[in-house]
């Protein structure tokens, strides 16, 4: 069973930034595709970010150009670079990660990112 452990969020003011990671255990890293969600309170999860396992980004239209999703093979580990948060940004965010061939899935425990002054 695969291993996801998100870290880097927390309170941050408007305009700041976050960089989220997310280390992955007991699976061959190259072969998924990873992906950050958010879950904001009373709200469903939503895509935030994905990587292919070839390293090819994908973004949500409304996001893409204050964030960057990364990952680092060789670290087992994927990065979504948050700039220019704005409250609406306020969300639990959760690192998926998708077998290539499989499309089995499973998730991290969320990271919280609170943006507020």
């Known amino acids: 069973q695969a291993i996801l452990v998100e870290s880097g969020g927390g309170l941050v003011q408007p305009g700041g930034s976050l960089r989220l990671s997310c280390s992955a255990s007991?699976?061959?890293?190259?072969?998924?595709?990873m992906a950050w969600y958010r879950q904001a309170p009373g709200k469903q999860r939503e895509l935030v970010a994905a990587?292919?396992?070839?390293?090819?980004?994908n973004y949500a239209d409304s996001r893409k150009d204050r964030f960057t999703i990364s990952r680092d093979n060789a670290k087992n580990t994927v990065y979504l670079q948050m700039n220019s948060l704005k409250r609406e940004d306020t969300a639990v965010y959760y690192c998926?990660?998708?077998?290539?061939?499989?499309?089995?899935?499973?998730w991290g425990q969320g990271t919280q990112v609170t943006v507020s002054s």
């Open positions: 007991r699976i061959f890293f190259s072969i998924y595709a």
């Open positions: 998926d990660a998708e077998h290539v061939l499989t499309h089995s899935n499973c």
């Open positions: 990587i292919t396992s070839g390293g090819g980004p």
